[in-house]
T-cell receptor, first 108, second 114 residues
C-alpha cells in the first residue's frame, strides 16, 4: 500500500481561513520535506523537518515521528496559496517517496 | 538558495527517437536523482546516482533509460527509444548527502512523445 498518505486530497477555503494539511507515513523516516507545487508544475521547498516544529511566515510544519505523521498549517490563507502541497518522505534508503498531494484552492 | 537547472524546459519528439534530458545540479552536491510526474498524477522516484553509479532505481526506470554524469558535467537522463507513456515532466534533484539532507529540485523538463 501507499507508504505516504496525504489528507485531505483537496481543500477549498475562503481567503483568510486557516488550513491544516496532514501527511501520514507507514515506513521508517529519516526526515520529511514539504513542497509547494505551482499550477505550472515547478516545486518550491517549504520545509525540511525531521522532527518537531518549524515556522516560516504564515506556515508551520510539525513532525511527530513516533506517531508517524507530519502536518503543514497555513494561517490566514491567501489566493496566492492555491496550488498543490506535497509531502515527501526521506527514507533510510536512497530515495524520497512523495504523497499524492493536497490540492488547495483559496477563494477571494 | 541553491538552484538546480534543467535543460531543455520543454521537448517534443516522435516515438522511437532518443532524448537526453540535462540537469545542472547544485555545485557541491554528490547525490543526484530523477523523478517522473505524469500530468495530474503523483511524483514518482526513478533513480538515484552517486559516484558514477546507480544506487537505487524503481520499476519505472525501464531498460530504455540510462543516466550518467560524465566528468562532472550535466547529470543526464537518456531515453532510447522513447515510448508514448514516457510523456511526463521529469524533475532532477540533488543533495549533499543521503538521509538528513535536503533534496533540491529543478523546474522540470516537460517531455511530450508523439
Amino acid at each position: 500500500g501507499q507508504q505516504v498518505q496525504q489528507s485531505p486530497a483537496s481543500l477549498v477555503l475562503q481567503e483568510g481561513e486557516n488550513a491544516e494539511l496532514q501527511c501520514n507515513f507507514s515506513t521508517s523516516l529519516n526526515s520529511m520535506q514539504w513542497f509547494y507545487q505551482r499550477p505550472g508544475g515547478s516545486l518550491v521547498s517549504l520545509f525540511y523537518n525531521p522532527s518537531g516544529t518549524k515556522h516560516s511566515g504564515r506556515l508551520t510544519s510539525t513532525t511527530v515521528i513516533k506517531e508517524r505523521r507530519s502536518s503543514l498549517h497555513i494561517s490566514s490563507s491567501q489566493t496566492t496559496d492555491s496550488g498543490t502541497y506535497l509531502c515527501a518522505l526521506d527514507t533510510n534508503a536512497y530515495k524520497v517517496i512523495f504523497g499524492k498531494g493536497t490540492h488547495l484552492h483559496v477563494l477571494p | 538558495g541553491p538552484k538546480v537547472l534543467q535543460i531543455p524546459s520543454h521537448q517534443i519528439i516522435d516515438m522511437g527517437q532518443m532524448v537526453t534530458l540535462n540537469c545542472d545540479p547544485v555545485s557541491n552536491h554528490l547525490y543526484f536523482y530523477w523523478y517522473k510526474q505524469i500530468l495530474g498524477q503523483q511524483m514518482e522516484f526513478l533513480v538515484n546516482f552517486y559516484n558514477g553509479k546507480v544506487m537505487e532505481k524503481s520499476k519505472l526506470f525501464k531498460d530504455q533509460f540510462s543516466v550518467e554524469r560524465p566528468d562532472g558535467s550535466y547529470f543526464t537522463l537518456k531515453i532510447q527509444p522513447t515510448a508514448l507513456e514516457d510523456s511526463a515532466v521529469y524533475f532532477c534533484a540533488s543533495s549533499a548527502g543521503l538521509g538528513g539532507n535536503t533534496q533540491y529540485f529543478g523546474p522540470g523538463t516537460r517531455l511530450l512523445v508523439l
